[in-house]
């Protein structure tokens, strides 16, 4: 758990007069690169939801085909007829594919958050309102 705590005036000034030290560039920098990670990391989530809806939309209408019938189903670039019990376990494959895919997609958002959190923390309690974190 992040603790913060709040500036008093007197740490806020000594933060404006602080000189930038190596580590301290160091961190700002890893705080930048792991932003622009975490903006990657939200397109590809949003990305891979989407994927995931579609994939239970069509599952649901696969329900009330018949069972006869050939089904179209989508591999690459190609479309392939496949017997509907075929076609639904593909899909059930896909599914459970992209369910792992967004786990670890939310896994590796929160461990980013975490660690951008912790050095906004250090940064500020370092440079109080002389530095902007705020994304």
Request: proline share 1%; aromatic share 4%.
């Amino acid at each position: 758990m992040i603790q913060t705590r709040m500036l008093s005036k007197e740490d806020e000034a000594r933060g404006e007069d602080n000189e930038v030290r190596r580590e301290d560039q160091e961190k700002i920098n890893r705080f930048s690169r792991l932003h622009q990670r975490e903006i990657v990391l939200e397109e590809q989530l949003k990305l891979k939801q989407k994927d995931k809806e579609d994939l239970e939309e069509i599952s649901t209408e696969l329900e009330l085909a018949d069972e006869d019938d050939l089904v179209p189903y989508k591999i690459g670039d190609s479309f392939f007829h496949l017997p509907l019990e075929e076609a639904q376990s593909l899909l059930a494959t896909s599914t459970e594919q992209i369910d792992a895919e967004v786990s670890k997609l939310e896994e590796n958002l929160g461990d980013l958050r975490e660690e951008l959190q912790q050095l906004k923390v250090a940064l500020y309690a370092r440079f109080g309102r002389s530095i902007n974190l705020e994304t």
